[in-house]
């Protein structure tokens, strides 16, 4: 009885042969190029809360432009076009120091504040309040950026954000405090980048210190002097170590900033059609090699496949490798010790 040939959506992908045809077919040094011949580029991470949102702009190398946040405190939750006015107009202002020639290309991440609804854990004013919020802010930004389909705010959960750096709530913080410590968590990850943007030689122009020194504790080995400046008061910790809101409200926005550059530069190389090309002729070899290599009389269901399959499909099959195997790389690449593309060759 002749055997079925699976289909391509049956198939089980072969990572490790993914990966090695992405490297094949050059993906390490087209990456590099999109960064460093990247036109100027600005990222805005917003964290939107009724009492305070915390803001980051990062430029193409992923370094802080301005971080910063608006505090909305006196105005009444529910009062939610004015609080939305006060933030698009902290960000007005924000936009125009950090693209003064306004020839940057804007890209705009927004946290999501919420994926699903469970009855009896939210307050449902509160829900609403944060969507109309969420809503009304990402217009306006938009609006302000000149309606560019690229500048159209992209939400994400931070789940989703955390997970892709692999910012996780240790189990030892919940065991001694009850509670999850992802916030930690996140400060620890934001100190450790900025740690890395100082230690950079170059800065990239247009990019500002306004922040620098903020991680600095008090009685900590080797610590540096904080200047007097609104953002080491907003990050100094208290006796006790902790952190005020607004400075985790700012943490909170860097993550979702980096996040959205990372995803950037990724449907980037997913448009190079070049690549893509390189990447399937480099797989089909590499699956023939694998062939030749096993000097079996009965072809894998993967070859098997691929032979059966007509242009349009294979073209279909191969291009969903490959935006798998541009994903599983681009992690791998920000997972690298200095978090960039020059790490993952």
């Known amino acids: 009885m002749a055997k079925t040939t699976k289909s391509a959506s049956t198939l089980?992908?072969?990572?490790?042969?993914?990966?090695?045809?992405?490297?094949a077919a050059g993906v390490g040094p087209r990456a590099r190029a999109l960064v460093s011949q990247s036109p100027p580029l600005r990222v805005l991470g917003l964290d939107l809360n009724t009492n305070s949102t915390g803001y980051a702009v990062l430029c193409e190398r992923g370094r802080v432009c301005e971080w910063g946040h608006v505090p909305t405190n006196h105005l009444a939750s529910a009062d939610v076009l004015r609080i939305a006015r006060a933030v698009d107009d902290a960000m007005g202002g924000v936009l125009a120091r950090v693209d003064a020639e306004k020839k940057a290309t804007w890209r705009v991440g927004v946290e999501d504040f919420m994926r699903t609804y469970r009855f009896g854990r939210f307050h449902t004013r509160g829900i609403f309040q944060l969507a109309q919020l969420n809503g009304t802010v990402s217009y306006a930004c938009w609006?302000?950026?000149?309606?560019?389909?690229?500048?159209?705010?992209?939400?994400?959960?931070?789940?989703?954000?955390?997970?892709?750096?692999?910012?996780?709530?240790?189990?030892?913080?919940?065991k001694a405090t009850g509670e999850s410590d992802i916030k930690e968590q996140v400060m620890a990850f934001v100190e450790r980048e900025w740690r890395k943007?100082?230690?950079?030689?170059?800065?990239?122009e247009g990019c500002?210190?306004?922040?620098?020194?903020?991680?600095?504790?008090?009685?900590?080995?080797?610590?540096?002097?904080?200047?007097?400046?609104?953002?080491?008061?907003?990050?100094?910790?208290?006796?006790?170590?902790?952190?005020?809101?607004?400075?985790?409200?700012?943490?909170?926005?860097?993550?979702?900033?980096?996040?959205?550059?990372w995803r950037h530069f990724h449907d980037q190389l997913l448009l190079d059609a070049d690549l893509a090309a390189q990447f399937a002729d480099a797989y089909v070899a590499l699956t023939a090699a694998h062939a030749d290599a096993r000097k079996s009389a009965t072809p894998a269901a993967e070859e098997r496949a691929l032979a059966?399959?007509?242009?349009?499909?294979?073209?279909?099959?191969?291009?969903g490798l490959f935006a798998h195997g541009v994903d599983a790389w681009v992690r791998r690449a920000q997972a690298a010790p200095s978090g960039t593309w020059e790490d993952v060759v």
């Open 143 to 174: 609006r302000r950026l000149g309606d560019a389909e690229s500048a159209q705010p992209v939400h994400t959960h931070p789940s989703a954000a955390r997970g892709f750096f692999g910012i996780a709530a240790t189990k030892a913080g919940k």
């Open 208 to 261: 500002s210190q306004q922040a620098r020194l903020f991680l600095s504790r008090p009685g900590s080995d080797g610590a540096c002097d904080v200047p007097a400046d609104s953002s080491s008061r907003l990050f100094a910790r208290t006796r006790g170590g902790n952190l005020s809101d607004a400075a985790l409200d700012v943490a909170d926005a860097y993550v979702i900033a980096a996040f959205t550059r």
């Open 308 to 319: 059966a399959m007509g242009a349009a499909a294979r073209a279909t099959h191969l291009r």
């Open 197 to 204: 943007q100082q230690e950079q030689e170059a800065e990239e």
């Open 12 to 23: 089980r992908r072969n990572s490790k042969r993914v990966l090695a045809a992405l490297q």
